[in-house]
């Protein structure tokens, strides 16, 4: 039997470290359907909007994309070690260094792919 575990939408799933290249590592957070929800919920505005279909005012949501961004960013990524700036300094986890981090394209696609691969099930131990 594989159980799954339910994690709540403000519960912060545990992040795994994920070696990128020889002295660079970040550690990464799986993001689960209930939490990316919960940020999205953070994110929606209620607007009135005017639908061609009915030619009438109709609810319409909004969503602020750089906030759900941001949320995503601060969330998956956790902490990291080998990360500098470009004054060779180390980089402060921070929401500003995680989206300077994410916007690199091979890290975002690591991390990105690092979160997916992350499984919050297990599989039931058989005692034979």
């Known amino acids: ?70 949320l995503i960013a601060d969330y998956i990524l956790e902490k990291w070690e080998g990360v500098g700036g470009e004054d060779g300094q180390p980089l402060p986890v921070t929401l500003e260094s995680k989206k300077l981090i994410l916007d690199q394209l091979a890290i975002k696609n690591f991390v990105w792919a690092a979160a997916q691969s992350l499984d919050t099930s297990e599989a039931e131990k058989k005692i034979s």
């Open 1 to 70: 039997m594989l159980k799954i575990k339910n994690y709540k939408p403000d519960e912060q799933v545990p992040s795994k470290r994920f070696e990128f290249q020889p002295g660079v590592a970040f550690w990464v957070r799986q993001l689960t359907g209930a939490i990316l929800r919960n940020f999205r919920k953070q994110c929606v505005t209620q607007d009135l909007g005017y639908s061609v279909a009915t030619q009438r005012m109709e609810p319409v949501e909004k969503v602020d994309d750089d906030k759900l961004n941001d």
